[in-house]
């Protein structure tokens, strides 16, 4: 038997409130690697990947479906929804990408329009304390799933399913028209589109755990991708303001079917500054010109929903948390070429609470909200980088930058990227070992 060092697995998950370029670092492992695996999220979860000067958007199509060797899966963790999973792949396969190589667990549970329904009228209830939840269905599906009453894709096969899905339809309509005052979904039609979309993926169905297991024991290079962030996380992002599932390097194993003594490697992406879409504490954000021209430079808006990101200085007391909480060996820089216009750039060291400081992130959003930034001060390059191909091209202050974000974290930096292209992204450290 193998131990876990000789396996060759890799873990790509946000380090930070998602958008940190996920989608384009696991494209960029990807192309070393056999299988790609998404374990959490669903079609909430944009990435943005730029190869050869084209851009390609997946939302649940894992990141390595650029690469045509690579079999992608949609682990058991994920939320799917089956029109939009479809309609995202003809839009690839349009634009010339063959998805032939993408599979979906047999376990993982289904997205409906009720799901999305009620998703919707829970944030408009929440008046002022919206969470600002994408309204596709994701946590009223989760929940369902805790609630033990979500249908899987195993479920399509049960002679009795369509009384399983008229039973959930009517349940989830006294919710919607009794408690929410919204208005009934259709079952026939539901159910006609339901069994529609199951008809062109059911070949693509298969026993995720059982697949992966051989591959990984084979010594197959398998690459696990991460949605959102660590900061999201439903037990240890900064709640409620978080999604719906575990998205740390920790619910790999669950979210996909192995054990994790299977997991050899974790790296964090995080980008040069912070982002945050949506409602939270964020105790570095910079509601000030500058932060408007790293915006504008970062083209910091959703992939999803163009929404504007808040944006602030890099945050070393929440990237150490993710580092604790989410099991990341070493940090992916993104977006490093972003500051390139700033005299003096900020790292944010600890925070200011009731008269002292500390280095960790509260538990009560009310609390980590009365946290102020402590602030160490670097100076800038001032020089653009958008053409570096390596680290001795880099300019000293930029250099002396990344440094200072490993000596605070106390974690390798494994690499930095400098423009959204995969040629703009350079590795220094082996990429599956250590």
């Keep these: 038997m193998l131990n876990s060092q000789e396996y060759k697995t890799l873990v790509v998950v946000g380090s930070q409130w998602g958008d940190e370029g996920k989608g384009k670092i696991t494209d960029y492992y990807a192309q ?16 943005i990947i730029w190869n050869e000067g084209k851009k390609y958007k997946v939302t649940i199509v894992p990141s390595g479906i650029l690469n045509p060797k690579v079999i992608n899966i949609i682990g058991n963790g994920c939320v799917v929804n089956l029109t939009k999973l ?8 349009d634009a010339g990408i063959d998805t032939k190589n993408l599979f979906i667990s047999d ?7 009720y799901n999305e329904e009620i998703d919707a009228l829970q944030e408009e209830v929440r008046a002022n304390r919206k969470i600002g939840t994408t309204k596709r269905g994701i946590g009223p599906t989760y929940a369902d799933k805790a609630s033990r009453c979500g249908l899987r894709l195993c479920d399509f096969q049960e002679s009795n399913f369509k009384e399983l899905l008229q039973e959930q339809v ?8 009794t ?4 208005k009934a979904v259709d079952f026939a039609t539901i159910y006609q589109e339901a069994i529609n979309q199951y008809e062109a993926i059911k070949d693509r169905i298969i026993d995720c755990g059982e697949f992966l297991d051989h591959a990984i024991r084979a010594q197959k290079m398998v690459l696990f991708e991460g949605a959102q962030g660590v900061l999201l996380d439903l037990d240890h992002g900064t709640y409620p303001f978080v999604t719906s599932s575990n998205t740390t390097a920790n619910n790999v194993s669950i979210g996909v079917g192995i054990h994790n003594k299977l997991i050899n490697k974790v790296i964090g992406v995080a980008k040069a500054y912070d982002t945050r879409v949506g409602t939270g504490g964020m105790p570095t954000e910079l509601l000030d010109e500058t932060g408007n021209r790293l915006r504008e430079r970062g083209h910091e808006y959703g992939s999803n929903t163009g929404r504007p990101r808040r944006l602030g200085w890099f945050d070393a007391v929440a990237m150490n948390y993710s580092i604790r909480t989410g099991g990341l060996d070493t940090l992916f820089i993104t977006l490093l070429d972003v500051l390139d216009s700033e005299e003096t750039i900020k790292i944010c ?3 200011n609470y009731q008269d002292k400081v500390i280095n960790t992130i509260l538990a009560s959003n009310t609390e980590y909200e009365k946290c ?4 160490e001060e670097l100076p800038g390059w001032k020089t653009d980088i958008t053409k570096v191909t390596s680290w001795e091209e880099l300019p000293v202050n930029a250099k002396n930058y990344i440094n200072r974000i490993s000596e605070l974290c106390n974690v390798p930096i494994q ?3 400098v423009g959204p292209d995969r040629k703009q992204t350079i590795n220094l450290l082996d990429k599956f070992g250590g």
């Design 107 to 113: 376990r993982a549970h289904v997205i409906f329009k």
């Design 349 to 351: 060291t600890g925070y």
């Design 86 to 93: 479809n309609s995202e792949m003809k839009i690839l396969q």
């Design 415 to 417: 690499g930095f990227s």
């Design 170 to 177: 009517e349940y989830h309509n006294q919710l919607i028209t």
């Design 179 to 182: 408690i929410y005052q919204g």
């Design 372 to 375: 102020t930034p402590v602030y």
């Design 32 to 47: 070393d690697a056999d299988l790609v695996v998404r374990f959490a999220g669903g079609d909430n979860a944009g990435h």
